[in-house]
């Protein structure tokens, strides 16, 4: 059944929670995967009691990291309380918590940062029994371009990845995701992008964004190609989409676009609109926590 929640909290987000300020990873730099000699990283957070449930939380970063050796990691969440908050509610209820790296411009492009959260689920899904996780539920969760990310991770289909180890031929399926701010479709109008958006899109795609008749581009066009919104379908994982009226980095057409498409493909998802926060948006995490409950509990 598919939902719409209008909603306007009054109070803002949990940015002084002080668990969520202050958590620390149970065990930090674990190596998910390995490209060309780099390690791929990620910090596992454990609930003091686990509901055998995990979440994987992508950042966000405009699909950008400085390419210098004191830039912090994405996984620290260094400066990034927002999602610091998302990620200590979720270990204070239960759910064992898988922050990552990921790939980024400008030194690596489309889909280098799909593939390697996708690698992410893989890996985590070789790992759940060890932990005592159960391997068919997992979701993903991301903020902005860890949104799409997130998303892009959980609606692409579930081909087998690039290498040839036992984990590349483990399931990236999830069966569930979280975007937050997302940017469901980067084939937007150009005329329309502001500057910070047009820059972000064309160093994570390689190439600025013409139109959709430009004939020096792919077929389909690399942004269409990496926009959560193409790969809908009614197979898909239900989706718990958040998004701000007043979001200046990441439109609200984003999210009404991504509405008309999940409607036509008669996907499941649910929808929570807020009037404040701008781009991190004030929303009720115990209510995204009780559908996670719902929806993992299936």
């Not at 059944?1 to 668990?19: E, N, P, Q, S, V």
Request: no cysteine; charged share 15%.
């Amino acid at each position: 059944m598919k939902r719409f929640i209008a909603a306007a909290f009054g109070l803002a987000f949990l940015t002084t929670t002080a668990h969520a300020q202050n958590i620390e990873p149970t065990e930090d730099n674990i190596v998910y995967g390995m490209v060309s000699g780099a390690a791929m990283l990620m910090d596992l957070y454990v609930p003091d009691e686990a509901n055998g449930a995990s979440v994987i939380v992508v950042p966000g970063s405009g699909w950008y990291r400085p390419e210098i050796y004191s830039a912090p990691q994405l996984k620290d969440l260094s400066g990034y309380d927002y999602v610091r908050n998302i990620v200590g509610e979720l270990q204070m209820n239960g759910y064992t918590v898988f922050v990552i790296n990921h790939r980024s411009s400008p030194g690596n492009r489309f889909p280098a940062a799909v593939n390697d959260t996708r690698r992410a689920v893989r890996y985590v899904r070789t790992i759940s029994e060890s932990l005592g996780l159960d391997p068919m539920r997992i979701a993903t969760l991301g903020h902005s371009s860890g949104a799409n990310l997130a998303t892009m991770a959980a609606l692409m289909d579930d081909a087998p990845g690039e290498g040839v180890d036992p984990i590349d031929q483990t399931s990236a399926a999830v069966q569930a995701v979280v975007g937050i701010a997302t940017p469901f479709m980067l084939a937007g109008d150009p005329a329309e992008a502001d500057s910070y958006a047009a820059q972000t899109i064309t160093m994570y795609t390689g190439v600025p964004y013409f139109g959709p008749d430009n004939h020096y581009q792919a077929a389909p066009p690399i942004h269409v190609q990496a926009s959560p919104a193409t790969y809908v379908d009614a197979s898909d994982p239900p989706l718990y989409m958040i998004d701000s009226a007043d979001d200046p980095v990441v439109p609200i057409s984003q999210g009404d676009y991504m509405l008309t498409v999940l409607n036509a493909a008669g996907a499941r998802y649910e929808h929570v609109r807020t009037d404040g926060g701008e781009h991190n948006p004030e929303f009720d995490v115990a209510a995204m926590i009780d559908w996670l409950d719902g929806v993992l509990g299936e």
